[in-house]
């Protein structure tokens, strides 16, 4: 990924503290041959693995084979990259190509609007020799101007947008950092502003309002049934674009609204995190690596506002928890069954002060570094994990290891509170909390070298507290840095689940409002030219006895009835896109009816106020002045 080009390249070395079985953390890469898929080459190397009992049978026996469901898997390069993230840039190209489209009616509309204004203008050069040739050149070249000159601010609005995009967008986004408004995008806008501007430009000649006969009819001209019918479809496209893009708005806000709801089994207020990565040359096994954590605890914890501190392999909410914390588990009262493949666990090593560190309540005991000291081999397990491999049952002292169903068994001490460490929209962690240390004749994987710090500090701001952070673990060693300390809230709203609501609502939100506004100007502006050429008929009707009321609800009636048409089509539309958000839904259903219905009448509301200043100005026509001007 160009966003992590390494600055230095190492060779890789094998870590002497490594268990030789059961310690998978590489990734490898490889190029397929011509003409050869990822399962070619994922039944290929089964066939190679399927080998190692025979040529490793120290480390890779039958039994542990069989135990442990070693395979391997071979996934596309782009697959592995792009992960899920293809639903959220396909949601907002589609909301941008809606919005797209909701503006193209709009302006097209107002464009019809202008020109219809026009017609006396557009006849008079018409009687005066003007071939439809020149008078669309005229038309062409306004529209084309007038769009160049809005493709300007755009331009800027757009390059303030694409940063707070940036910003906010989940950190999981392959290529994040070489989003930028670069020259193929501005010539794209600016070839697609000129072709709308042509497009735009052709449209009064194609409805034929350069028509000289126009001049014989004066200013009595009843608009074509072909032309007011296209702006009241032009009219009902936008409400209908605009309820789909509100509707998805409205189901990313309630799914926001429910993922922050969502108990997360401990407390981030106040808790500062950072990275400690230990050199493998100066901290080769467990014991170097406990030590080195143990003083720098012990350090943190003697600092003014500092309450507490622990350590740990993986931060919740932050981090997913992936292959490489993951192990085939053996559980003393449970003999491995030749049949089954036992399950791939979730494994984590943690120092003392962890649990207390984050709030999450213990039931029994929680890890000491007296357990350390005596090597009790003391475990904590999750209420999710106990309740998987020991239901109904009390899991306190039970015996849990990896690498084998033999003595000994690390023996379960305390039980943790449930919580939800790889999303808030996944269930609970079940989880093997493992000591720092392992016990004689029960390894463990690898020496934890990379642990996340977590400090409870007494005040709201641990920010001022960092360069402390950073003192004290140079104090322990000038060599080892302090990676990305940070507020853990911060850490958990740039998490992927959370950041990918929040982008896509944002995205979705925006675009809902300004479909909004934009539906509100054309209904507007429809409106309002409609009842000017109407100010006759409204005279007449005045005149005859109709009340101011009655006009009134004749306009809006109409109105309603337009915007009714266009929610009626727009709901099928937006049961349609809202179930491709499905994927980034939580706690809501695609076809929500309550959203559905909400954003419905939102929109009907606007259309309604939108048309009230029309209707109102109709009803305060003057019936002589209009009769007597016809």
């Not at 909410?317 to 085939?328: I, K, M, P, Y």
Request: glycine fraction near 10%; include cysteine.
């Amino acid at each position: 990924l160009p966003e992590q080009v390494p600055d230095v390249w190492t060779a890789l070395r094998l870590d002497p503290a490594a268990r030789p079985v059961n310690a998978h953390w590489l990734s490898v890469v490889g190029r397929l041959a011509t003409g050869r898929t990822a399962e070619d080459a994922e039944r290929e190397l089964g066939e190679i693995t399927a080998t190692f009992t025979e040529r490793f049978p120290s480390a890779y026996s039958q039994r542990f084979m069989r135990e442990s469901g070693f395979a391997t898997r071979a996934v596309p390069l782009k697959a592995h990259v792009l992960g899920d993230t293809h639903r959220t840039l396909w949601t907002l190209f589609g909301s941008v190509l809606l919005l797209l489209a909701i503006t193209v009616a709009n302006v097209g509309n107002l464009y019809l609007v202008r020109a219809e204004g026009r017609r006396r203008e557009l006849a008079i050069r018409a009687a005066l020799g003007a071939n439809a040739r020149r008078l669309a050149g005229l038309h062409v070249t306004e529209s084309v101007l007038l769009a160049l000159a809005a493709a300007g601010p755009a331009l800027g609005l757009t390059w303030a947008g694409v940063h707070v995009l940036v910003r906010l967008a989940p950190a999981e986004l392959p290529r994040l950092g070489e989003v930028h408004l670069d020259a193929v995008s501005i010539a794209f806008t600016v070839a697609l502003t000129i072709v709308g501007g042509v497009l735009l430009g052709v449209l009064p000649v194609a409805f034929r309002m350069t028509d000289p006969h126009d001049l014989a009819e004066g200013t009595r001209r009843v608009l074509s049934p072909v032309r007011h019918r296209l702006r009241q479809g032009l009219v009902g496209a936008q409400v209908a674009l605009a309820l789909v893009l509100l509707a998805g708005a409205g189901l990313m806000l309630q799914s926001f609204i429910h993922l922050r709801a969502v108990d997360t089994g401990f407390e981030p207020d106040g808790v500062a995190v950072f990275t400690v990565p230990l050199p493998a040359g100066r901290y080769p096994d467990y014991a170097d690596v406990a030590a080195f954590q143990r003083e720098l605890l012990s350090g943190l914890e003697s600092l003014p506002g500092v309450s507490v501190a622990g350590a740990t392999e993986l931060l919740p909410l932050v981090e997913t928890n992936d292959a490489s914390h993951c192990a085939a588990l053996f559980f003393d009262d449970q003999p491995p069954n030749a049949d089954e493949q036992p399950p791939c666990l979730p494994v984590l090593q943690v120092a003392p002060g962890y649990f207390e560190t984050l709030g999450i309540p213990v039931r029994g005991s929680a890890p000491s570094w007296s357990d350390l000291d005596g090597e009790a081999g003391r475990v904590v397990v999750t209420e999710a994990f106990a309740a998987r491999v020991w239901p109904g049952q009390d899991p306190i002292g039970r015996g849990v290891r990896g690498n084998g169903w033999e003595e000994p068994f690390y023996r379960v001490a305390g039980v943790a509170g449930n919580v939800r460490a790889d999303g808030l929209d996944r269930p609970p962690l079940e989880a093997v909390y493992f000591p720092l240390m392992p016990i004689e004749g029960a390894p463990l994987w690898v020496p934890p070298r990379t642990m996340r710090i977590v400090v409870r500090t007494e005040g709201g701001d641990a920010a001022p507290l960092f360069p402390s952070f950073r003192d004290v673990v140079t104090a322990l060693d000038p060599e080892v840095p302090v990676v990305e300390p940070r507020a853990l809230t911060a850490a958990i709203a740039r998490s992927p689940v959370m950041a990918r609501a929040s982008f896509t609502l944002v995205l979705l939100g925006v675009a809902g409002m300004m479909a909004l506004l934009l539906s509100a100007v054309g209904i507007y502006g429809v409106l309002a030219y409609l009842v000017a050429q109407r100010q006759a008929e409204m005279g007449v009707r005045l005149a005859l006895g109709a009340l101011p009321g009655q006009v009134v609800r004749l306009i809006v009636g109409q109105s309603l009835r337009l915007a009714g048409i266009g929610v009626a089509v727009g709901l099928v539309g937006a049961v349609a896109f809202t179930r491709s958000l499905d994927a980034l839904l939580f706690g809501v259903s695609p076809t929500d009816p309550w959203t559905l219905g909400g954003a419905a009448a939102l929109l009907l509301t606007v259309a309604l106020l939108a048309t009230l200043m029309p209707a109102l100005r109709a009803a305060r026509v003057d019936p002589k002045a209009v009769l007597q001007a016809e």
